[in-house]
């Protein structure tokens, strides 16, 4: 007796059952449900950042004072915030003994502004943000009309700015704003380029921002109000890890950090961001199957409930199929076969509801659709683990019937 | 050597005080090919023993040795290779799956003997022929006549080509008519070498048979050879 016939048998007896099974393999598509919904919101915030629509771009990494993400509980805000600032002096010392460097730069921002233009004004939702020529270059931004900023704008600290579309949009409806004078917290800055649109990143629009020379930044907002971001990209792949290293060296001794003391600075990638994401997604991860094991072990003393009593209901069944030369192993595997069939269906009903349901949420963050293969792998498994763990009495118990016993039950 | 041998069996059951003894000591020899008729009252154990040659049911005591084996001695799955291959049986109460077609009733015994699908169907196909009932195979059991029944029931006894038949009243509920095609089928396989053991009420039933035992009160009452062989019938089976 092959496998497709026995497969063949159960789903047949299935069949003729099916509201039952139906309310039988609830309890696995909630379990499996409940585990694939979250794996895919995750994978999909994941993806998101591992392809690249991630603040930094490749090659580059970060120097700040805070870290990217902030885990560790209370206090740990203010353990990062008695750091000294990083200032512009300590970035132009880096960027002089820095080697196998591709571009630098250093960036400051405000975030929240209103821009005014004439009686025109923004909502309060611009993003301002001081650059060097460099930092332009690590962030790959580019000026699609006018020109960028340029060394010497850095240098005199010269009021010019670029601009986003959200910005053009809302204060320059059929005009060229390029020569056009705008006011950010009342200090004006003349539009001398228009940034290039970006993709939106987790919902937010990446196009409402003024970006401006880092001098003129600092002329606005105070020149000691705040640490500023150096960002670093590398010449190629190959020394990325090199620079990285060197740079915590050089920054270690431009800021006269002592040996043997921790770094009083953050430096992050794009791979210590996943790395952190992963951490912080870690516990989520943990949660959701814990949830959805406690799911399915109730599931699995229902479908052995449901087993036990389709065994009595069929056992005149049971005894014709002895009678005719069914072995125990043949009507074991029979009903073993049912109980995994059972709750594999239940997985695939659970899997597809979570996808489904985990990539619509992940939409409204706007990341990137994506299925979590290795959990679908996962919950399946489970399917078949809670299959036989649960199906496995009752199949022995239909499988050890006395045959005359069997037969003559009514 | 004989193909059945029992030995002083007993089947006696337990019902609360009571002791109700189905079989109370018999024993019997069977040889090859035989043609034996089991006759006798209602209750006087005939479907019991039945049961027992059939490796279905186990004695209380006494021994049955099948083919010069001990069956007690057997294991499940020597049994469950005896009903499939070697014997075919015919129940009292036909024992068909409600849920399923003559086809599929017909087919299972060939699905635990490990036949392909293909060849499973044909055969079935054909059983359900011999027995006048080609254009009922796709029928369940509640869609069939009591007659119809019984022969999808012999339709399947008969489908694994067994070389022992057990009976248990297989014309039963079938007109006079029916009931000699039925034997018709009977008679033929004896001729092919087959050993064939049915019970039976009726005397002309018995009559097609070689030996006639007739049991009473659990115990044989008489066991005669009737005739030297069998009288085949020469007119071939009407097909319903
Ligand atoms: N499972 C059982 N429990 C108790 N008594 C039983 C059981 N099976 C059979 N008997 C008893 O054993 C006796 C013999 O039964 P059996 O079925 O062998 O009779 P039978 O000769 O086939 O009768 P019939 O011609 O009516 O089919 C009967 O008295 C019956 O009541
Ligand atoms: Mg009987």
Redesign the pocket.
């Known amino acids: 007796m092959d496998f497709s016939q026995i497969f063949s048998v159960s789903l047949n007896s299935l069949n003729n059952n099916k509201l039952r099974a139906s309310l039988t393999i609830l309890g696995v598509v909630v379990g499996i449900f409940s585990i694939i919904v979250i794996m895919t919101i995750i994978t999909m915030l994941q993806n998101s950042i591992e392809n690249g629509v991630s603040q930094l771009s490749k090659n580059t990494f970060q120097i700040q004072k805070f870290p990217a993400m902030m885990g560790g509980g209370p206090g740990s805000r203010a353990k990062f915030r008695n750091r000294k600032d990083i200032t512009m002096e300590d970035f132009y010392k880096l960027e002089e003994t820095l080697k196998g460097v591709k571009y630098i730069g250093a960036e400051q921002w405000q975030f929240g502004k209103v821009i005014k233009y004439k009686n025109l004004s923004t909502n309060p939702n611009i993003q301002i943000i001081g650059e060097t020529t460099g930092g332009i270059q690590t962030n790959d931004w580019h000026v699609e009309f006018g020109r960028s900023i340029n060394e010497q704008d850095v240098q005199y600290s010269a009021n010019v700015c670029l601009i986003g579309n959200d910005v053009i949009e809302k204060l320059f409806p059929g005009i060229d704003p390029i020569g056009q004078t705008i006011k950010v917290d009342n200090y004006p800055l003349m539009v001398i380029g228009i940034l290039e649109q970006q993709a939106q990143m987790f919902g937010s629009s990446r196009d409402s921002r003024v970006v401006l020379p880092i001098s003129t930044f600092q002329n606005i907002y105070g020149r000691r109000s705040r640490s500023v971001n150096i960002m670093v990209m590398s010449e190629s792949k190959e020394n990325y890890d090199d620079v990285i290293e060197s740079a915590t060296g050089h920054m270690r001794t431009i800021r006269k950090v002592k040996p043997g003391e921790e770094n009083d600075f953050d430096i992050f990638s794009n791979e210590s961001m996943i790395s952190q994401i992963n951490v912080m997604t870690g516990g989520i991860k943990i949660g959701a199957l814990v949830v959805s094991i406690i799911a399915l072990l109730a599931a699995g003393v229902g479908i052995m409930n449901i087993m036990l009593v389709s065994v009595t209901e069929r056992t005149k069944e049971i005894g014709i199929r002895k009678a005719v030369g069914a072995k125990r192993s043949n009507i074991l595997t029979q009903f073993l076969i049912e109980a995994i069939v059972l709750c594999l269906i239940g997985g695939f009903v659970g899997i597809l509801l979570g996808v489904g349901i985990g990539n619509l949420a992940g939409s409204f963050l706007n990341a990137q659709s994506a299925i979590p293969y290795d959990w679908v792998a996962i919950g399946l498994s489970l399917c078949v683990l809670v299959g036989i763990i649960f199906g496995t009495y009752p199949a022995y118990k239909a499988s050890n019937l006395d045959p005359i016993e069997a037969l ?1 039950y009514e | 050597m004989n193909i059945i041998k029992i030995e002083h069996i007993a089947k006696i ?1 337990q ?1 609360g005080t009571q002791e ?1 003894k ?1 079989l109370a000591d018999v024993s019997l020899k069977l040889d090859k090919n035989e043609y034996v008729a089991i006759m ?10 039945m049961n027992m040659l059939g490796c279905l049911d186990t004695p209380t005591s006494g021994i049955y040795e099948f083919t010069g084996k001990n069956v007690s001695e057997m294991t499940d799955n020597d049994l469950a290779k005896i009903r499939n291959q070697e014997i075919g049986f015919v129940f ?1 109460t036909f024992n068909l799956l409600a849920r399923s077609n003559a086809l599929h009733n017909v087919e299972l015994p060939l699905i635990y003997a490990g036949i392909s699908a293909q060849e499973r169907k044909e055969r079935a196909e054909k059983a359900l022929a011999d027995v006048g009932l080609e254009d009922r195979i796709h029928h369940k059991p509640n869609e069939l006549s009591g007659g119809q029944r019984q022969r999808v029931a012999i339709a399947r006894a008969l489908v694994t080509n067994p070389s022992i038949i057990l009976a ?2 297989p014309t039963g509920n079938l007109d006079s008519k029916t009931g000699e095609e039925i034997m018709g089928l009977f008679n033929e396989l004896h001729e092919k070498g087959n050993t064939i053991i049915l ?1 039976t ?1 009726e005397e002309y039933i018995a009559e097609h048979a070689v030996r006639i035992i007739r ?1 009473r009160d ?1 115990l044989v009452e008489s066991d005669d050879v009737v005739r030297k062989r069998y009288i085949p019938i020469k007119n071939n089976l009407a097909k319903n």
Do not use: I, M, N, W
């Not at chain 2, 006798?40 to 023993?49: A, F, H, N």
């Open positions: 003559r | 059951y019902l109700v189905a006798g009252p209602s209750g006087s154990g005939k479907s019991t023993l009292q248990d009243e019970v009420h049991l659990g």
